[in-house]
Structure formats: C-alpha cells, structure tokens
C-alpha cells in the first residue's frame, strides 16, 4: 500500500489578470520505505507540490485532488488542527531558504531543542532534549556543537543553518520526509554527507523521502524512482533504471544529458545540451504540449495536449516518445484516464 497517494492534483491561484493553473492533473505515488525524485526546473511546482503535502498552504490557493492520502488519511479533508498534527508527527520538511526559516530572535540550541519531542519523565527533560539534539547535529556533520547551540541564526552560514534545519526535520523520525533542495547552499562534500544521513534514515528507520532537485544527475544516486515535471504538469514517471536507460520524453532526456561528461575530451566550444529559450510564464502558456516551442521532435500533433500513457509501469506524456522503435507500439499503450470526482480543500 502507498504511503502518500495523490492523484490528479492541481492549484490554481486568482489573480487581477484571471485564474492561473500553477500545478495541473499531478499524479504523485510513494511506498514506504522509497526515496522519489521529484524533478524539473525552476517554475516547473515542484515546491509548490512539497508545500501542499506538508501543509503550508497560502490562503489564495486554490486546491483540488481526486485523491490526496497519506496513510490512508485523506490529508485535504482534515481540519487545519489535525493537519498541523499529522505533519508535525509524521511528516517533516527540509526548506530551501534556511536562514528565512530559523527564529533570529533565538539560540539555534533552544530551536533544536524545542522541536524535539519528549516522552520520559519531566525532570529529565533538559539533559535529554540536550544530548539528542548534540547527537541531531554531530550526524548532520556539525562537529563544533557546543558553538552552534549557543549562536543565533545570524551567527550561522547558511550551510550551517541548512545542516540544523536537517537535523530538526529528522529529530523526531518522521515517516515522509520532503526535502526541497536540501543541498542548495552547500559545498559538494557537505551535500554528499547530507545525502548519505538521508539515505541512512532511509535504510535504518525506513522514512520515504521527497527529494525535490532540478538537477536530476545530483541525486540520481539516492533515489528510487523519478516524477519528473514541466511547467506545472507530469511529463515522466518511472524507476529510476528505466528511466535513466531509456527515458520516453524529450524533457527528460535533455535533464539527464545536460551536464557535459568530462570523462571524455570535450570539442572545442562544444554546445551543453540545453534545450533553447526558457519554460513559458503561466500567464501566456503555448497550446498543446508545454514543451512545444522548445522541443526539437515537435510536430504538428503537438498541439493537442498528450494524454498521460501508461507502458509497464512507465508513464509519460508525449505525443512523439524518443527510444521507442515503431511508433505503432504507442497504440498498445494504455492511456490512463482522467479525473473521476474530486476532493477540494
Ligand atoms: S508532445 Fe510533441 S512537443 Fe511535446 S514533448 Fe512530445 S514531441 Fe515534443
């Protein structure tokens, strides 16, 4: 059974121009125990899809699901309590902007130690909050505790201030995980020590984590399986193997091949492999596929949105899939329908 179950999400937002669809039909699947890679570029709703799972809803906000479960529980029909419940007991975020999301107004210690539950007598409570959260910041890879506990998030790199936001979101074991960017501030051997910390959680405790990157390559180590998204829409979703051998869209292909291989000599003033302009405003959204007018295989076709298809558990949505042999195959495949009745917060 899955542990979170979201299907054909969306949110939309009012503004002065009209109503604008942010994130469209999302389909977003996670067993226990897996790491998913939830990928795309900067305006794709990657975090705007972390936030709805942890919560953190904007009142303009406009969201609809067929289904949104996280254990069974369908998250949308909760009470603003019982959600803020739930997540805090069970599901965890890791935030892009670390520094924006610590108090300034106190020690990064107490912080740490306030989000540690405790569940022992209550004059043990200090030196026990104290030792986990000395133990929380030695696995994150803080060796001088002493120093942060007593500094204010103004004392702090950002890479430190990432490092303790890590180490309250995995405090109190949580069983998802959504990590959105853990790594952006960091230098490349702290990112390996952070990613390792999320893999051991992951092994020892089972938590299934979100990773939410725009650099498929970075973190195709440590995930299961991939989601990857375009402009607010689904355009792949397979494990991580068959994805990386034999990905369908063109989208996909472009993120995976983006960075050069510099184990080879590369051409004088080679090309990277990038796809030309840039992902379209929500406000002025081509026809059809989204990918249009990037897409070197585009055809006339493609103006017709393409349906999300199905062939042996790998879904992707175009009309032209590369790394398929015939395209008569296509007519096997299974073309997964849309929207039955909808639950809406
Ligand atoms: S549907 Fe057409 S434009 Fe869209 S990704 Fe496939 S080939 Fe490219």
Not at 23 to 39: A, H, K, Q, R, Y
Not at 318 to 327: K, M, S
Request: glycine share 6%.
């Amino acid at each position: 059974m899955a542990l979170l179950d979201i299907r054909h999400l969306s949110i939309e937002i009012d503004t002065p121009r009209g109503r604008i669809k942010m994130v469209d039909n999302i389909n977003l699947t996670l067993d226990s125990g897996e790491i998913l890679g939830l990928v795309g570029e900067s305006g794709s709703g990657k975090s705007l899809i972390a936030k709805v799972i942890c919560g953190l809803v904007k009142d303009e906000w406009i969201i609809s699901a067929d289904r949104f479960r996280f254990n069974e529980i369908e998250l949308l029909k909760l009470t603003p309590n019982q959600r803020r419940k739930l997540v805090g007991d069970e599901i965890s975020m890791i935030y892009q902007d670390p520094l924006s999301s610590l108090d300034p107004s106190q020690t990064v210690g107490k912080q740490l130690m306030e989000t540690i539950h405790f569940k022992g007598k209550w004059w043990q409570i200090f030196g026990w909050k104290k030792k986990r959260a000395i133990e929380l910041l030695h696995r994150v890879g803080i060796k001088d505790h002493k120093d942060i506990m007593q500094s204010y998030p103004t004392d702090i790199t950002e890479g430190e201030a990432q490092k303790v936001m890590i180490a309250m979101a995995v405090a109190n074991q949580p069983r998802l995980l959504v990590a959105d960017e853990p790594t952006n501030a960091m230098e490349s051997t702290t990112q390996l020590q952070v990613y390792r910390l999320l893999s051991s959680m992951n092994k020892n405790l089972g938590t299934s984590i979100i990773l939410v990157s725009n650099d498929m390559m970075s973190i195709h180590k440590w995930v299961d399986s991939f989601n990857v998204l375009y402009c607010g829409q689904t355009v792949e979703i397979a494990d991580k193997e068959t994805i990386m051998e034999t990905p369908y869209h063109p989208y996909t292909s472009v993120l995976l091949n983006s960075v050069p291989d510099f184990s080879k000599p590369l051409p004088f003033k080679s090309r990277l492999n990038t796809l030309k302009g840039s992902v379209p405003m929500l406000q002025h959204l081509p026809i059809g596929c989204r990918l249009g007018p990037r897409c070197p295989f585009a055809q006339k076709k493609c103006v017709t949105k393409p349906p999300l298809r199905r062939f042996k558990q790998h879904e992707f949505a175009c009309h032209f899939p590369i790394n398929f042999r015939e395209q008569n195959f296509l007519k096997k495949v299974e073309v997964i329908p849309v929207v039955v009745e909808t639950v809406a917060e």
